[in-house]
């Protein structure tokens, strides 16, 4: 049977097994299946009497079903996979400990007293979320239940609360460490670390865009956002500058002294200075005069400029950002810093957030074995999404698929910046209706090819793309569109996490309603990826 017959009959067999209801991954499994039998043994479809004659069943274990078997086997025995469920296992530990809500008690503190502050401090601890374990559902579930009751209570519009815990908490899909760009970067074999580093500028673009929404909506629309009212001894803005500035000083104190500690040791056992090999981030003999001297300045405007009574009061109000930001270091400073991969990073990042836990007489038996269930529920469901669209990607690639469509697309003659939206087009849809695992796998083999082949100068407006950063680039692309897709009408999963934990007067549809100007805010910064393309590779 030829491949336009088999894409055609795969898309409508498709779209009717999603519609009755079947799981992703079973009409995957029983796609691939079809596909393997269309291409290489059609005779099975009309008489099935004929098993063991042909290409499939004459000779079990190879040809083409060998090299299937192997695509998802090496897929799932691939190193990296084994970051996704420690991943999720460290946010699953966050949820379930008081380190989020000291988080947002903190930001909180700083932030109130500004209009539209409530929902600015719900962004930026999403933002942090996501750079500490980028799991969607567990971010929006976590601040369903800590921002919305405040926000709430506060008198904010219904639709800015909702919209805000749900645009942010989506953002676990950009900011690294990202789980979607992890399985990006499995199934296309690009670095995932490289992926991470150009994902960086979007990322906190989009969340600035998100940011400068609620601060423009609040102050033309005061009655959203009003602010809470001055209590009797409350510090005005300029102490509250004064205590956050003492607040930085201990930090800056406390981690350059750690760094002088780090880089003494590197040091005293000569591991800084091996000729050949680079050199240790702030870890060499020439970085201790910077570090001591910004350790003493520390110390200094501690004690002596901002004072130990404005200092402590910022350190108790300030104290619960530490938790997050030393799980950040932990989890990225060590990727980025040369230690470990990501994998073992993910393991760190765990292991950090557990400790934590401990100090904060938080950690128990509980909160293990409830944080593990979690970890097993989730990745089992990716998992079994994994195979079956791993097995339905393989199978139509081996059928000739992405060829055959990559050929449709590129003959057409299409301007490249037409087939570009069309994809997005596409890919907007289809995260309407399904999972982002299914579409990483069964979508990207198909596009990515499709971009290879289009003339590089033609993508973008602003600048123009290296050859070697395309596919880094439609990574974070891709990444955009499923920011989308969680916020996208019908079965964007975002409403349904939130509706989970927010109360009973609130019904999906308002929050649906609730996100549709923050779906604009993200197609804008959809946009200016693709007008500016070269925003990915600044840090790179």
């Known amino acids: ?180 760009l992890i399985m990006y970067g499995l199934i296309t074999e690009t670095s995932i670390k490289a992926l991470f580093t150009a994902a960086f500028l979007p990322g906190f673009m989009l969340a600035s865009l998100i940011i400068l929404y609620i601060v423009v909506r609040s102050n033309l629309k005061p009655e959203d956002a009003p602010l809470p009212e001055r209590k009797p ?73 901002f004072g130990r009574e404005r200092s402590a009061e910022g350190w108790k109000h300030g104290k619960g950002l530490v938790p997050p930001f030393t799980v950040i270091s932990v989890v990225l400073g060590s990727i980025y810093g040369g230690i470990t991969g990501i994998t073992e990073a993910a393991g760190m990042g765990a292991f950090a957030v557990f400790v934590i836990a401990l100090i904060r007489r938080e950690a128990s038996i509980e909160l293990l074995w409830d944080s593990m269930m979690r970890t097993m529920k989730s990745t089992g469901t990716i998992l079994w999404v994994t195979i079956g669209a791993a097995a339905l990607a393989g199978a139509y690639t081996l059928s000739g698929g992405p060829r055959y469509i990559a050929d449709l697309i590129v003959g057409s003659e299409m301007p490249t910046m037409v087939i570009l939206l069309t994809m997005m087009v596409i890919l907007l849809f289809m995260g309407a209706f399904m999972d982002w695992v299914g579409i990483v796998l069964l979508i990207i083999p198909v596009f990515l090819p499709i971009i290879q082949r289009v003339p590089i100068e033609e993508i973008g407006f602003i600048g123009q793309l290296s050859p070697q950063h395309l596919s880094i680039w439609f990574g974070v692309l891709f990444c955009m569109n499923m920011q989308v897709s969680f916020l996208s009408p019908p079965f964007g999963s975002a409403a349904f996490y939130l509706k989970s934990v927010a109360p009973d007067h609130i019904a999906l549809t308002d929050i649906f309603k609730g996100f549709l100007p923050f779906i604009g805010v993200q197609l804008v910064a959809l946009a200016i990826l693709l007008i500016w393309p070269n925003i990915v590779t600044i840090l790179l």
């Open 1 to 180: 049977m030829d491949v336009g017959t088999i894409s055609l009959i795969l898309v409508i067999a498709m779209c009717m097994l999603l519609a009755i209801g079947v799981p992703l991954a079973f009409a995957s499994f029983f796609l691939a299946v079809l596909v393997m039998i269309m291409k290489f043994e059609p005779a099975l479809l009309l008489n099935p009497l004929t098993f063991g004659d042909g290409i499939l069943t004459g000779r079990p274990g190879t040809g083409p079903l060998y090299i299937l078997t192997q695509k998802v086997f090496g897929l799932l025995t691939d190193y990296v996979m084994i970051s996704v469920p420690l991943f999720i296992f460290m946010a699953a530990l966050l949820e379930r400990s008081g380190i989020a809500k000291e988080m947002y008690k903190a930001l909180d503190y700083w932030l109130s007293s500004v209009r539209g502050g409530v929902a600015i401090v719900t962004s930026l601890m999403a933002v942090i979320m996501a750079a500490m374990s980028g799991i969607v559902g567990g971010e929006v579930v976590l601040l369903g239940l800590i921002a919305l009751p405040q926000m709430l209570r506060l008198g904010y519009s219904q639709s800015l609360a909702v919209g805000t815990i749900c645009a942010s908490g989506t953002l676990g899909t950009m900011i690294p460490p990202s789980i979607v």
């Open 233 to 305: 001894g409350d510090p005005t803005g300029f102490q509250k500058l004064g205590m956050f500035s003492a607040f930085l000083s201990i930090l800056m104190a406390g981690v350059c002294g750690l760094l002088l500690l780090r880089a003494l040791f590197f040091t005293v056992t000569g591991q800084n200075a091996y000729e050949g090999v680079d050199p240790i981030p702030l870890g060499m003999t020439w970085h201790i005069p910077w570090l001591a001297g910004l350790s003493v300045l520390g110390v200094v405007l501690v004690f002596f400029v």
